[in-house]
Nanobody, 118 residues
Framework: VQLQASGGGLVQFGGSLKLSCFAS????????MAWYRQAPGKQRELVAS???????DYGDSAKGRFTISINGAKNTIFLQMSSLTPDDTALYYC?????????????WGQGTLVTVSS
């Protein structure tokens, strides 16, 4: 399984950006998909997750500003980000969790860089 993240770039303070993550397998084969981020010198943190049934969860920094969604027909998840600040500057990673035949598999995308200028 491969995850291809895209949509990162340079955006001004207060701006918006939408990230996409395309999965090479049907997203219905996953239990949950998520976005994580890692800023320079910091640990990777959960931004948002979505269960294939639609239940979402957000990290504290994302609540009220970011929205995670799924397009099942396109095997793609999205992260709509708004009211961006320089603190949101990070590499954003797509993640998928799969339970198959009693074994858990976890997949990561390559990361897409989001830079927010002040």
């Amino acid at each position: 399984v491969q995850l291809q993240a895209s949509g990162g770039g340079l955006v001004q303070f207060g701006g918006s950006l939408k990230l996409s993550c395309f999965a090479s397998a049907s997203i219905h084969s996953f239990n949950v998909m998520a976005w994580y981020r890692q800023a320079p010198g910091k640990q990777r943190e959960l931004v948002a997750s979505i269960r294939i049934g639609g239940i979402t969860d957000y990290g504290d920094s994302a609540k009220g500003r970011f929205t995670i969604s799924i397009n099942g027909a396109k095997n793609t998840i999205f992260l709509q980000m708004s009211s961006l600040t320089p603190d949101d500057t990070a590499l954003y990673y797509c993640n998928a969790d799969q339970l198959y035949m009693g074994e858990r598999f976890e997949y990561w995308g390559q990361g897409t860089l989001v830079t927010v200028s002040s």
